[in-house]
C-alpha cells in the first residue's frame, strides 16, 4: 500500500510561487509515473504535470512555462514548483502516483488560493 503527502500549498497573491512537496512510502516509487492533479471548485479534476521514472515530464498547456516538476527518487518525493501563478491556479492540487502494474494512489491534496 502506498500513501502520498502532500505539502505547501497555501496563500499567495498573483505572480507569486509555491512549491508543493509530495512524500510517497513504500518501495514502487522510483518505478512509477507520479505527478500533480488540480480540482478547482465546479471543474473536473485535470493533470498539471507528471514525470516518468526516466524523467521525461508532461505538462497542461496552461502552465507551461510556469510550473516545474522534480523528483527525488532517493527521498521517494515529487515536487511542484509554481511561479507566476495566476487566480485561475486556485485549486485543490493531489498528488498523484501510477504504478507500474498502473495501480493508482492519490493524495488528500492541498489548497492553493490565488487572490488580490
Known amino acids: 500500500q502506498v500513501q502520498l503527502v502532500e505539502s505547501g500549498g497555501g496563500l499567495v497573491q498573483p505572480g507569486g510561487s509555491l512549491r508543493l512537496s509530495c512524500t510517497a512510502s513504500?518501495?514502487?516509487?522510483?518505478?512509477?509515473?507520479v505527478g500533480w492533479y488540480r480540482q478547482a471548485p465546479g471543474k473536473q479534476r485535470e493533470l498539471v504535470a507528471n514525470?516518468?521514472?526516466?524523467?521525461?515530464?508532461n505538462y497542461a498547456d496552461s502552465v507551461k512555462g510556469r510550473f516545474t516538476i522534480a523528483r527525488d527518487n532517493a527521498k521517494n518525493a515529487v515536487y511542484l514548483q509554481m511561479n507566476s501563478l495566476k487566480p485561475e491556479d486556485t485549486a485543490v492540487y493531489y498528488c498523484?502516483?501510477?504504478?507500474?502494474?498502473?495501480?493508482?494512489?492519490w493524495g488528500t491534496g492541498t489548497l492553493v488560493t490565488v487572490f488580490s
Open positions: 498523484h502516483l501510477l504504478s507500474r502494474s498502473f495501480m493508482i494512489y
Open positions: 513504500g518501495t514502487i516509487f522510483s518505478s512509477a509515473t
Open positions: 514525470i516518468i521514472n526516466a524523467g521525461n515530464t
